[in-house]
């Protein structure tokens, strides 16, 4: 399990919302209790949020391995943009919003689009162009 910080925000490993409510809880169960939203359809507390006990790792058993309840950092995700042009292919600095790598284009350049680079925790997930219009 990667490292887990009980000050960042937090989900379920299935992707359930979750809020924790404290760290310090003096209990076998785990010190930290939060409180996890029930999106199982149909069920009577459909919607409703239920209180769970973690180890301080975010997990919900210590000895099972990982598990859908699993507490987890809700992905940093963040995006860089670069310039391409007909000149010389494409600019090398990469921005982090598409309004600075326009502004750093000179007029000289030939711009025909902009490449996205989107990241989750520093991993590339994705990258799209965005030709001029």
């Known amino acids: 399990m990667p490292d887990f910080d009980p000050k960042k925000p937090v989900q379920t490993r ?12 003096d209990h ?10 029930n999106n199982i359809p149909n069920h009577p507390h459909e919607g409703e949020e239920i209180v ?19 507490l987890i950092n809700i992905p940093e995700k963040r995006s860089q943009w670069q310039t391409v ?5 494409w600019l090398f600095d990469r921005f982090p ?3 600075l790598a326009i502004a750093a284009q000179t007029q000289a350049m030939i711009v025909i689009g902009h490449l996205r680079f989107d990241y989750e925790d520093d991993v590339l997930i994705n990258v799209e162009f965005e030709p001029v219009s």
């Open 85 to 89: 042009t007909l000149n010389n292919g």
């Open 14 to 25: 299935d992707g359930r919302p979750a809020r924790i409510i404290c760290t310090d809880r």
């Open 97 to 99: 919003t598409k309004n």
């Open 28 to 37: 076998i169960d785990g010190p930290i209790v939060a409180l996890i939203k």
């Open 52 to 70: 769970v006990s973690y180890h301080a790792n975010g997990m919900y058993h210590s000895l099972a391995g990982d598990l859908s309840s699993d």
